[in-house]
């Protein structure tokens, strides 16, 4: 195995792991940031998305060798006090419940706004159907993107 | 090791509340507590319960920790029950944080189920609400007795106001965490009597929207599931399970799997082979290289699509008693002499959870092998220490449970069942193991709602009235699956997780009920909504055959059957007006009605729905739902669990379904078991009727009249009765039963 060097929210990191390993296993077990969930495997699901080099990816489908030297964002470096307008609005309106899909949904949700200050209600359904909830939180989801995007995120 | 479990929700560690010496000089926390921490004590005889005092600490500073056994999966209650608790304490309620108890059910044990540590069938508040309320009232009134001693007067001069006591006659104050300063508890609590408790018109924290403690590290990435467990030293495992449910592995060839770097041993297991490996992509490599053989099995020859057709049969033959659930008035003479008679068979498939958490748990066992440390996010922390302690040939207070949040329950989450996978390879490992499911395994081992096969009978006077009602339900037994045959001898042949929702309201004098019970050897647990969940689509769908049948509306007949059910006529009436039922809605579209009392909370529900009848495609437009579950605990957590039910109620309702063949689960994972996604969600206007009543369930109330509303709206649409769950798009398009 050879060491594979890429940037994880802002810190330099070397994982010494076999090239296939799916970035998922590399951000929750081996580098012990677990915010970032497992829920299918398959690219199906959404709970394991997030940012490479900025764009929304799903990390169980992502092997350790195609990310070297690139940028890598999670959920816990999404914002440095969990004060991204997005998780202020996710807060306010109360959206999760057993709230295990929802840092995949709120890195989804980051990737939007970044690139879409005012989406519609439309854009915003079109962009997250990707991502499920078992618990059935979209609703809730979709009106906490309207408010972030309100607030300028 | 540094574990945050749910006790990190709120910010406070579990040291802190039971260090004592640490922080704390005065705590009203309890021998009981006190002796469930200690573990030696508990061994000799803290087996009575002593649950007075063991649910509140105050600091000096004013810090008030309580204890919460219930698990949080997103119905809320961390936080509700919290504030039933601070409310009859007369707490300040920014003061308020909590922590999760040690594993004690003779004092933190849900009355509602036998006294045992578990959270389900929606039954955190209805089955706490007098016991914690009791226990909060007595903490107060020591409190209170406490600054009467100092003050010397009399207890009846004195009050509480939010984290003080008050002397108004001579303008004394002191706060609780000042009387936590130097105040003694008494050995003996004082009792409450229920007449003493809050009276509705005074709560001040009960039915105000309230932040659930749960929330902020659920949008930070820091809250932590069971999947997160981290401990020191720890391997990975992953389980290939028996494709027939119980089969036992034959023959295992394991090289290629061992061959894998990083897999450490193959270890069979009871019911599965484990793959144990330094990492988790290691053992799930090693779990495809997998070669297994596996015993036969009676379900080896089960499909579950012969097998809905061989239900219904069985429900339809009369000569099939069952076991009687209800039997009132003379059905067979009603029958006889009915004027009109109407029959239905409906049939539901099997359901899996699909949390979106893979099942998981991870195990410590000490060297000597006579304790475990676990950690879990489950719904029975109760049951899994005494399966543990059961296993290991040991006592519950030799295994230390770690509570963590659950990434949805549903119901999967109360049995047991991994305790028996973990411990033995923790055992085998000698190393603490996480053992993770894969999604498809997941999937491969659904513990499912089961399947039903229905015969509906009514029987109609000259007036067109109903006076006779005969449900057959054909379904394999929950509880024969979780506790084998003999718990029939005490059930007389009934299950009440699979017959729940059977019975209603509708005040008709002859009726029975009978059980007919299956046996096909399939994988079964609760699953949200239990029986509710087909027995009010069967009931609601088929009232409303009967209604349109006498060309009387569906809302004015259930009334008319209501006249004895105050808080079902206002709930109805509330959601026909909402959704302005009998005006005219859109081209295409039409609205269907359920109404149903389920978890004892009352709820109607109307939909808005379309077809496309070339693709058998069913568009839910819009749900309204009025509910009155007594009193409301924190209405934020009502509007978000219905809107969850409908959501939930309508994915199960339109695409879920397992299906056997040769005793094995078909499906894989999301792309072939689908739920429902944000584009196919509907609006959702819910109203909350709160009334003076002792308070509901709420997390699986409204789920059940999901799939009747769309079965009735469907009708008024096409004219097509669907009898059949899932109404998927092959039956809808077919407009047929089964498919």
Sequence with gaps: MVAISFTINGKAVDVDAAPDTPLLWVVREHLKLTGTKYGCGAGMCGACTVHLDGQPIRSCQTPLSTIADKQVTTIEGLSEHGDHPLQKAWVDLQVPQCGYCQSGQLMQAAALLASNKNPSRDEIVQHMDGNICRCGTYPRIIRAIQSAAKQGA | ?739
Excluded at chain 2, 173 to 187: C, D, H, K, N, Q
Excluded at chain 2, 554 to 579: H, M, S, Y
Aim: no cysteine; net charge neutral.
């Design chain 2, 1 to 739: 090791m540094t574990m945050i479990d749910q006790a990190a929700a709120t910010k406070v560690s579990r040291r802190g509340f039971l260090g004592g010496a640490a922080g704390l000089t005065f705590a009203l926390s309890l021998p009981g507590f006190l002796v469930a921490e200690g573990g030696a004590a508990l061994a000799q005889g803290a087996a009575g319960p002593k649950p007075i005092g063991a649910w509140v600490s105050i600091a000096p500073d004013g810090a008030i920790v309580l204890a919460i056994p219930t698990a949080e999966m997103g119905q809320g209650s961390l936080t509700a029950l919290p504030m039933i608790v601070a409310e009859e304490l007369d707490a300040d309620w920014s003061r308020v944080s909590t922590i999760y108890p040690p594993v004690v059910p003779g004092i933190y044990g849900n009355p509602m189920f036998g006294g045992q540590m578990v959270t389900y069938g929606s039954g955190a508040i209805r089955g706490y609400w007098d016991k914690i309320r009791l226990q909060a009232a007595a903490a107060r009134r020591v409190l209170m007795q406490a600054a009467a001693d100092k003050w010397a007067v009399p207890l009846a001069d004195i009050h509480t106001e939010p984290s003080a006591v008050v002397h108004a006659a001579s303008n004394r104050r002191l706060s609780y965490g000042e009387i936590a300063g130097f105040a003694t508890v008494p050995a003996t609590m004082p009792t409450i009597d229920k007449s003493e408790l809050k009276k509705t018109a005074d709560y001040r924290i009960i039915g105000k929207a309230t932040p659930r403690f749960d929330i902020p590290d659920k949008t930070t990435g820091a809250a932590k599931y069971g999947i997160d467990a981290q401990v020191p030293n720890m391997v990975y495992a992953t389980l290939l399970h028996a494709p027939v449910d119980r089969a036992t592995p034959d023959h295992v060839d394991d090289s290629a799997a061992l061959a894998v770097p990083g897999v450490l041993k193959v270890i069979p297991l009871d019911h599965a082979i484990a793959v144990v490996a330094e990492t988790v992509e290691a053992a799930f490599a090693g779990l495809g290289a997998l070669k297994v053989t596996w015993s036969s099995m009676p379900a080896d020859a089960y499909g579950s699509v012969a097998g809905q057709k061989e239900f219904l049969a069985r429900a339809a033959n009369l000569g099939d008693k069952g076991a009687s659930f209800l039997a009132t008035g003379d059905v067979d003479g009603i029958f006889a002499k009915a004027a009109k008679t109407m029959t239905a068979q409906y049939t539901t498939d099997y359901v899996y959870h699909a949390g979106m958490e893979p099942m998981n748990a991870t195990a410590a066992i000490d060297p000597a092998g006579n304790g475990a440390e676990i950690w879990l996010g489950t719904q029975g922390p109760g049951p899994n220490v005494l399966a543990a302690a059961k296993m290991l040939k040991t006592t519950p207070n030799k295994i230390k449970h770690h509570q963590f949040y659950l990434g949805g329950g549903y119901g999967r989450r109360s049995p047991p069942d991994l305790m028996f996978e973990v411990l033995p390879l923790a055992k085998a490992m000698q190393r603490p193991v996480k053992m993770i499911w894969t999604r498809d395994q997941d999937v491969k081992t659904a513990k499912m709602r089961p399947m039903t096969g229905h015969q509906i009978e009514a029987a109609l006077d000259a007036n067109g009235k109903v006076v006779g009602w005969r449900h057959r339900v054909v379904a394999e037994s929950i509880i024969v699956y979780g506790a084998g045959e003999k718990v029939m001898q005490f059930t007389k042949g009934l299950d009440n997780i699979v017959l729940e929702g059977s019975k209603h309201e509708y005040g008709i004098p002859n009726q029975s009920i009978a059980y007919l019970r299956e046996n096909r050897g399939v994988g079964l647990s609760s699953w949200r909504g239990i029986g509710a969940g087909y027995n009010k689509f069967v009931i609601e769908s088929f009232i409303d055959e009967i209604a349109t049948a006498q060309k009387v509306d569906p809302v004015q007949f259930r009334l008319g059957l209501l006249q004895n059910e105050p808080r079902a006529q206002a709930v109805i009436k509330a959601v026909a007006d909402k959704a302005g039922w009998g005006k005219p809605v859109a081209d295409g579209h039409a609205l269907g009605f359920a109404y149903a009392k389920v978890v004892e909370t009352y709820v109607a529900a109307i939909g808005e729905i379309s077809v496309d009848e070339k693709t058998g495609i069913i568009r839910a437009h819009k749900f309204w739902v009025a509910l009155d579950p007594g009193i409301v605990i924190n209405p934020d957590s009502v509007l978000a669990q219905t809107e969850g039910n409908v959501i939930f109620g309508l994915s199960q309702t339109l695409k879920e379904r397992v299906s056997i063949v040769d005793g094995k689960v078909q499906q894989n994972n999301y792309y072939d078991y689908p739920v429902l996604r944000m584009a196919e969600m509907p609006e959702i206007d819910i109203q909350i009727i709160a009334t003076d009543n002792p308070p509901k369930g709420m997390g699986e109330a409204t789920l059940p009249l999901i799939s009747p509303v769309v079965g009735n709206a469907l009708y008024k649409l096409t004219g097509k009765r669907m009898r059949a769950l899932p109404m998927s798009p092959a039956r809808v398009k077919a407009g047929l039963t089964i498919t």
